[in-house]
Nanobody, 132 residues
């Protein structure tokens, strides 16, 4: 069992920046994120949930959906069991509830429409609103 808690959302103007955090905790003593891939998803008003980014376990390679490539950066600190999503040059269309999710093993491409079904644990989400 893995629990995820997102934070860092808020209201920002177009062109601004935010950093989201996803803190993980496990039921077992000594739990670490080392063997888990972590992804960020978002769901805008009236939209389907979509994958945004994912970071793998050991090599920390990352992947992004095209609409955020070059603007968002995902990173992880396994010692803190925390994953971050640095968002810059924010646009009104980035407005959404942002969720982190995790699964053991490899990332699933955020561009794959069924990727959300392949993640086992989810946080409650954090709202990001970008004003025009």
């Amino acid at each position: 069992q893995v629990q995820l808690v997102e934070s860092g959302g808020g209201l920002v103007q177009t062109g601004g920046s935010l950093r989201l955090s996803c803190a993980a905790a496990g039921a077992a003593s000594g739990f670490t994120l080392d063997s888990y891939a972590i992804a960020w998803f978002r769901q805008g008003p009236g939209k389907e949930r979509e994958g945004v980014s994912c970071i793998s376990t050991s090599d920390r390679s990352s992947t992004y959906v095209g609409s955020v490539e070059g603007r968002f950066t995902i990173s992880r600190d396994n010692a803190k069991n925390t994953v971050y999503l640095e968002m810059s040059s924010l646009k009104p269309e980035d407005t959404a509830v942002y969720y982190c999710a995790t699964r053991k093993g490899r990332c699933v491409s955020p561009g794959y429409s069924g990727s959300s079904y392949l993640y086992d644990y989810w946080g409650q989400g954090t709202q990001v609103t970008v004003s025009s």
